[in-house]
């Protein structure tokens, strides 16, 4: 089970992917946990989940915790298969609430919200890092040996 977990090759491939991952995800967990970015910080973000979108407590505090923790340990390279699945989750769960915003980002604003082309972007970098493991410089590269 730990090989299936921490096993990962030499390479840049798992190292840019999750990279990639960590930095984008980064900025929105630590809006969600923490307030920063403008973000709500932890109470105000689950009050939002649970009043606003009607998620369960559970639910809205697995989104909390897989964009900051997740990001954080996707950067340093620790567990990045289970995480890149936990992202994978995410993602599909929050793709149908912007299926009706169309499949473009709102660049010029003139749409009422975001489309979905950010999170399946993110679903492929996160296959690959669930297919490579987290390469290079990784925490799960040390586990591995």
């Not at 390479?11 to 980064?26: D, H, M």
């Not at 559970?58 to 890149?84: D, P, Q, Y």
């Not at 003139?110 to 296959?127: C, D, P, R, T, V």
């Amino acid at each position: 089970m730990k090989q299936m977990i921490f096993k990962t090759e030499k390479n840049y491939t798992g190292l840019i992917a999750r990279l990639s991952i960590g930095l984008i995800l980064f900025p929105h967990g630590a809006q969600k946990a923490l307030g920063w970015f403008g973000g709500y910080g932890f109470s105000g973000t689950m009050q939002f989940f649970t009043d606003m979108v009607h998620l369960p407590w559970l639910v809205g505090l697995a989104v909390i915790l897989i964009e900051f923790v997740g990001s954080i340990c996707l950067l340093l390279g620790l567990a990045g298969r289970v995480w890149a699945l936990a992202v994978i989750g995410l993602m599909i769960g929050i793709i149908p609430q912007h299926t009706a915003n169309g499949f473009f980002m709102n660049w010029f604003g003139n749409q009422k919200g975001e489309g979905f082309e950010y999170h399946l972007l993110m679903i492929a970098l996160s296959i690959i890092v669930l297919t490579v493991g987290s390469g290079k410089m990784s925490i799960d590269r040390k586990l591995s040996v």
